[in-house]
């Protein structure tokens, strides 16, 4: 099926600083990619996607591109806020149209003021 | 509109006690799932529900795993005879469409469940 890697955490940052958290993955095909994020005691959610590749996906100042060559949906901000505390995660659907949604491990971010 | 709802929000238990979670999904989100995080492990698919299709139970760890989706709607995932390892946040996610192509999950905030 399949997989995705993304790179351990947990990562921290000083306020104003540009952030990557490494993606990459092994699938059949062309799936969507995905980046979802959970904030402290909350549950996860959806915080950009792309569905085809050199696609770049967008929202609250993140980005990442769907490159295909390098298999990889790299998360990027140029500026980060103590408020993008956070763990991130990386995935894609598994193979066979099943339904299910494939995870990465999680990085955790922390920005200090 | 209400988004997926989960209770217990904490769950403490005895070991080899039964536990319930439950799972209400938004209205009208065909697709169910529920994955397992633990500490350091990110998260662990465990069973997936979509329409009337037969549910694709391949990440349930053992036979003590049990869910079922009732209505097409609750979904209640059960844990038989709990071990100190089954100690973990649940995690219920509802989808529109399902297949995850162009449908995102939607996650309820989570059980904890600790097992002493």
């Known amino acids: 099926g399949n997989s995705v890697t993304q790179m351990e955490g947990p990562v921290t940052l000083s306020e104003e600083a540009f952030l990557t958290i490494n993606c990459t993955y092994t699938a059949t095909g062309y799936p969507s990619l995905f980046w979802y994020v959970q904030y402290p005691g909350e549950g996860l959610q959806l915080l950009l996607k792309a569905t085809k590749a050199d696609d770049k996906g967008s929202n609250k100042g993140f980005e990442a591109t769907y490159r295909k060559e390098t298999t990889s949906f790299h998360l990027e901000k140029g500026s980060v806020q103590v408020s993008d505390s956070a763990v991130y995660f990386c995935?894609?659907?598994?193979?066979?149209?099943?339904?299910?949604?494939?995870f990465g491990q999680g990085t955790t971010l922390q920005v200090k003021p | 509109g209400a988004g997926v709802s989960q209770s217990p929000s904490n769950k403490v238990t005895e070991k080899g006690k039964d536990v319930e979670l439950r799972c209400d999904p938004i209205?009208?989100?065909?697709?169910l799932y529920w994955y397992r995080q633990s500490l350091g492990q990110g998260l662990e698919f465990l069973i997936y529900f979509q329409g009337n299709s037969a549910p694709d139970k391949s990440g349930l760890p053992s036979d003590r795993f049990s869910a079922e989706r009732t209505g097409g709607s609750v979904s209640t995932l059960t844990i038989q005879r709990t071990q100190q390892e089954d100690s973990a946040v649940y995690l219920c996610?509802?989808?529109?469409?399902?297949?995850?192509?162009?449908?995102?999950?939607?996650f309820g905030n989570g059980t904890r469940l600790t097992v002493t």
């Open positions: 996610a509802s989808s529109l469409l399902g297949g995850a192509k162009n449908s995102p999950l939607h």
């Open positions: 995935a894609l659907p598994d193979s066979g149209n099943t339904g299910k949604l494939i």
């Open positions: 209205s009208g989100h065909t697709a």
